[in-house]
């Protein structure tokens, strides 16, 4: 009967390797499917797909994109929101802020209309030019863009008493911007408000009562 022979210390070493090395390539195996399931995943509750109709694809948005009071959106800048009025259908919809007059541009063209129309001393028109897309109704297919959705807040963030909320309101040029449409449709309309003659930066806050949170107000700088 043969002796056994004593255990390799080279073999063990060997062996040793091979489980290290074993260990390793599993982890970084599993570290790559995890990296690739993340990759997936929505960047943000507040992304948004819809299908824009000039292009025929699906364009990937933010409501609100980040703009805000301190970050106002430029003019031609869209931005898309979701709101509900009290008793009305979820609406989707996208603004955009095309002109904005301000001074003896925008009192030549409210004048072309009413010429005996003129502001209170100290303030001067703004005259705004407003395009509104209704991307999407909760219930049914129908929704209404109004210049009561809107305000204007002063450079120290003061809102402004404004003038269409009145009986005597200014008449505002044609189109006005307040109307009724249906899902998909466009419209592009004016409003006017008065503004301090002093204040240099004003904005434009789009407001409805009825916005899922504070960060579904839009912004527009009228400067």
Do not use: C
């Not at 802020?97 to 005996?116: C, F, M, S």
Request: charged letters at 25%; hydrophobic letters at 35%; aromatic letters at 10%.
């Amino acid at each position: 009967m043969k002796d056994k022979q004593p255990f390799n210390k080279n073999t063990l070493l060997i062996v040793g390797v091979i489980i290290i090395v074993a260990i390793v390539l599993f982890f970084a195996l599993r570290g790559t499917n995890t990296n690739e399931f993340n990759s997936v995943q929505p960047t943000s509750q507040n992304s948004e797909n819809i299908n824009h109709p000039d292009t025929k694809k699906t364009v990937s948005l933010r409501r609100g994109e980040g703009y805000s009071r301190d970050n106002p959106a430029p003019i031609n800048k869209s931005l898309i929101t979701e709101y509900q009025q009290a008793g009305e259908p979820r609406i989707k919809a996208e603004i955009t802020l095309l002109q904005a007059l301000r001074g003896q541009e925008a009192l030549d063209k409210i004048q072309g209309i009413n010429p005996y129309d003129s502001p209170d001393e100290g303030q001067e028109y703004v005259l705004l030019k407003i395009k509104y897309r209704l991307l999407e109704v909760s219930e049914g297919d129908k929704g209404t863009v109004s210049q009561y959705y809107f305000n204007i807040v002063s450079e120290g963030g003061a809102f402004y008493d404004s003038d269409i909320t009145d009986a005597g309101a200014l008449l505002d040029p044609e189109p006005r911007l307040h109307r009724d449409m249906f899902s998909g449709a466009t419209h592009e309309g004016w409003v006017s408000y008065d503004v301090n003659i002093g204040d240099n930066k004003p904005l434009l806050l789009f407001e409805p009562a009825g916005l899922s949170d504070d960060s579904d107000r839009l912004w527009f700088k009228l400067y």
